[in-house]
């Protein structure tokens, strides 16, 4: 048994548990919900026996004593749910887990649409984005922004070699650390299931930043705040010298001018007063499950995490530090809600005002706060999914190694796709380098070339990303990277096939020139294929022969096989190959690279195996 299969049967084995204890969850909470029932119930006819039999003053000592058992059932009841809430988003996360590492598509959350530019080098060609895509294996953020992040990582088309390497030494840590990684994203799914009823959209941070970073319009509340505090003053003491020494009614004027002064210049400020705190308590009770984790993590063996986390870290500017002093104000805005208790507070002092000038201080704060704190979640939420995907593919991967040489270099051992399941993936060696850097791949019909250069694209994306790769052994040197595997005409744009083809070949070769540049790795698939024959004959030898004079590496796939003699006019051409073979009537393919050209095609074939009418060759005599 391989290491990935134990890892999966491990995975089946804890999942089936958790479907065990979340059933036994439920079970016991279904029966506290009538025990509840039962003993609320008992509790009213304890009380209500107790009012008639020896009257108020014993019923209420008796109705207090009476609900104590449903009061404690309540509380269990409370705990047993919050624990078949956490052990549904354990199921839900291993079961999500086992879906990656069997490529089980139908149970994979489902893919986000963010914008991806419809010109951008490699997205589409190479299945980086969309349904079956490779964000869409690897994610497992649960913020949207931490999705967006891990997004961007992998359609970097210009990554920074600092960043990268940065990247893959955290995505190596927490490759090796489960439980912080199942936490992680234990807490983000608690923080978004307390928030939002099932199927809605994740917590978006950014309307948090959009409010904290909201400019006051009506400026500071220091000057009025202190202004009406003065009043306030006055206002207590000519009240007691008016009571006390039989002083004018002085302070039927100072409580007018107060109370004017409160109305015409607070109380537009204080209007949306209980609302705003209510919508930054309730957002930062969100977020306090995460923020406090993070704050409370030892982060012994996880040096680069520990540095990412440093604002969780500081003592007097942790998050949970701002979060009671906002939870203070929530308490001080809260009196007030009862009109008559909020207009006795209000006209001995200014409460309003003092509660609304500190909500715009931890406003302040939080605005200079905030977006460090989310931004280090988002990180590790991106960070966590590659590392993720280390962990459910084990055996079958290897950290890149990613070199700043001069020479433009691709060079890897047993290379496989990661979006083939491990029991149908073939694996390939593949080495290109300034002396010989282009593969011209001929070979028949479904017979892997379309797969290899996707294989060679998207293990370099992720190579980039900062994430494993896979394969035996693996090297590349800087290189920007443009594939044309996939083109498709534009019927809103008026572009035919061959048109967008041409554009996407003049796109490409515009790359390979460009000064100033990193090498250009180029992936394509069929130079000019919605055009004749000659045409394209014509127009595929000068194409190649316009990239062997770049300065970049690149595979190229074709069935002309009259192009593999290129190889004869410059050695920078490497011919290979992918074979098949008709066994039992029926084609079957090895889907390994072969040195030298092609030496056989297959479109004849398979047009007879379907059943199609086809002539055999004419015979030649000679």
């Known amino acids: 048994m391989t290491e990935k299969a134990r890892r999966l049967h491990l995975l089946q084995h804890q999942s089936a548990r958790l479907e065990r204890r979340l059933m036994a969850l439920r079970h016991r909470s279904d029966q506290f919900s009538r025990w509840r029932l039962g003993l609320f119930a008992l509790g009213g006819l304890v009380s209500g026996a107790s009012f008639l039999q020896w009257g108020p003053v014993v019923w209420l000592w008796v109705t207090a004593v009476a609900f104590l058992p449903f009061i404690a059932a309540v509380i269990i ?86 960043a990268v390497l940065q990247r893959q030494r955290r995505v190596r840590e927490l490759a090796g650390q489960t439980r912080f990684r199942q936490r992680l994203g234990l807490q983000a799914r608690l923080a978004v299931d307390d928030r939002s009823p099932q199927g809605a959209p994740p917590f978006a941070g950014q309307e948090l930043l959009d409010w904290v970073g909201q400019e006051n319009r009506g400026g500071t509340l220091r000057p009025l705040l202190l202004g009406l505090s003065v009043l306030a003053v006055v206002n207590w003491v000519l009240l007691a010298g008016y009571q006390l020494w039989q002083w004018p009614p002085l302070w039927l004027g100072s409580a007018l001018v107060y109370g004017v002064l409160f109305i015409t210049l607070g109380f537009q400020r204080t209007a949306s007063l209980f609302s705003d705190v209510l919508f930054l308590d309730d957002r930062l009770r969100v977020l306090n499950g995460v923020f406090a984790f993070l704050e409370r993590w030892r982060y012994d063996q996880m040096p680069e995490i520990e540095q990412l986390c440093q604002p969780f870290l500081v003592v007097g500017e942790r998050p949970s530090t701002h979060i009671r002093r906002v939870q203070k104000v929530m308490t001080g805005v809260g009196l007030r809600q009862n009109w008559l208790l909020g207009f006795l507070l209000n006209a001995l002092l200014p409460w309003d005002i003092y509660f609304a000038y500190r909500l715009d201080q ?23 999914s590659l590392a993720t995907f280390a962990y459910l593919n084990p055996g079958e991967w290897v950290w890149p190694t990613l070199s700043g040489a001069r020479a433009a270099t691709f060079a890897a051992e047993q290379l496989g796709h990661p979006l083939i399941p491990s029991d149908q993936r073939v694996s390939n060696d593949v080495h290109l380098d300034e002396k010989r850097p282009i593969y011209l791949i001929t070979g028949s019909n479904m017979a892997g070339k379309s797969s290899f250069l996707r294989t060679v694209g998207v293990n370099l994306v992720l190579a980039y990303a900062g994430g494993p790769v896979v394969a035996r052994s693996f090297h590349a040197s800087w290189l920007r990277l443009f594939a044309t595997i996939r083109v498709a005409d534009s019927l809103s744009d008026g572009f035919s096939f061959f048109y967008a083809e041409v554009r996407r070949l003049s796109q490409l070769l515009t790359a390979l020139n460009a000064p100033g540049e990193r090498p250009l790795l180029f992936l394509i698939d069929e130079i000019f294929r919605g055009t004749n024959n000659r045409e394209r004959l014509i127009g595929s030898r000068a194409y190649i022969q316009a990239l062997a004079e770049g300065s970049g590496l690149g595979a190229i796939a074709t069935h002309d096989l009259e192009l593999v003699q290129l190889a004869e006019d410059t050695a920078k051409i490497q011919n290979v190959h992918f074979r098949d073979a008709v066994v039992d009537g029926r084609m079957v393919f090895d889907y390994k690279l072969h040195p030298g050209p092609c030496p056989t095609t297959n479109a004849l074939k398979i047009m007879q195996l379907a059943g199609l009418p086809i002539e055999p060759p004419p015979t030649v005599t000679r």
Not at 123 to 129: I, N, P, R, T, Y
Not at 363 to 383: F, G, K
Request: glycine share 2%; hydrophobic share 45%; net charge negative.
């Open 77 to 162: 009841h409370r705990r047993v749910e919050n624990a078949v809430i956490r052990f549904a988003l354990w199921l839900q996360m291993t079961q999500s887990h086992l879906a990656r590492m069997t490529l089980d598509w139908p149970k994979l959350p489902a893919t986000r649409p963010f914008p991806t530019p419809t010109d951008h080098p490699f997205a589409q060609d190479l299945d980086v984005v969309g349904d079956f895509s490779l964000h869409r294996l690897l994610d497992t953020a649960v913020a949207h922004e931490g999705s967006h992040r891990l997004h961007e990582w992998l359609l970097d088309t210009a990554p920074r070699a600092e």
């Open 362 to 384: 931890c406003r302040a704060d939080l605005a200079a706060q905030l977006p460090r704190w989310l931004d280090v979640w988002y990180e590790l939420e991106a960070t966590s």
